[in-house]
């Protein structure tokens, strides 16, 4: 089975500071993906990746910004903190061909004060 | 653009009675649907998919999808609800290409005794 791992669980930060959220696959798959998760709004997409150094936005990436220097790392970083970043953050990647599926992580749960 | 709508954000029932969490699609091409669920502090979990095969799709726990081309809809269903189906229930999108899914605001689903 795909396993994807975030490296924290649960975050605090303070506004300003630059804050980076770990992603890790271990099937050497191509897309990755970061979503942001917040009540009554659902999983939006912020960015994905499809290869190593390559990313594209996603419908929410204002205040975001990635890197994939690695195929298996992909990680999110917030340039700034501010408050209206707390949120639930998922990171998932796609697996298979034809038969394709997706496996989330676990989340990070980021407080921003 | 592809987009998913869950109709009700909070569906109660009593344990026993029918499941039903309601989903419609709009996708210009031949859609891959997903259904995933979500339990209190944790990830999201795969219920069961559509990739084209057949229109009925079992999964997991008890639940099942039927695929209607006609009303573009894939409503999640389960015969008898139990305590434990209590949860975050999440409809979601892909095209063939596979890029990212899209997701629905999510339903919330209550089971009483």
């Known amino acids: 089975d795909v396993k994807v791992t975030q490296s924290s669980r649960y975050l605090v930060k303070r506004t300003g500071e630059k804050v980076f959220l770990e992603c890790v696959q271990d099937?050497?798959?191509?897309?990755m993906f970061w979503y942001r998760q917040d009540p009554g709004l659902g999983l939006r997409l912020i960015y994905f990746s499809y290869d190593v150094k390559m990313k594209e936005k996603g419908d929410i990436p204002e205040g975001y910004s990635v890197s994939r220097e690695k195929k298996e790392r992909f990680s999110l970083i917030l340039e700034s903190a501010s408050t209206n970043q707390t949120s639930m953050y998922l990171c998932?990647?796609?697996?298979?061909?034809?038969?394709?599926?997706?496996?989330f992580g676990s989340g990070t749960r980021l407080t921003v004060v | 653009a592809q987009s998913v709508t869950q109709l009700g954000s909070h569906v109660s029932v009593s344990e026993g009675a029918l499941v039903l969490l309601r989903c419609n699609y709009s996708s210009s091409v031949p859609p891959y649907l997903f259904w995933y669920v979500q339990y209190p502090n944790q990830g999201l979990q795969l219920l069961l998919k559509?990739?084209?095969?057949?229109?009925l799709v079992k999964g997991i726990n008890g639940f099942e999808a039927e695929f209607k081309k006609s009303e573009t809809s894939f409503h999640l269903t389960k015969p008898s609800a139990h305590m434990s189906d209590a949860a975050e229930y999440f409809c979601a999108v892909s095209d063939q290409a596979g890029t990212a899914l899209i997701f629905g605001k999510g339903t919330t689903l209550s089971v009483s005794s």
């Open positions: 099937m050497d798959h191509e897309n």
């Open positions: 998932a990647t796609r697996w298979g061909g034809y038969n394709y599926g997706y496996t």
């Open positions: 559509y990739t084209s095969a057949a229109t």
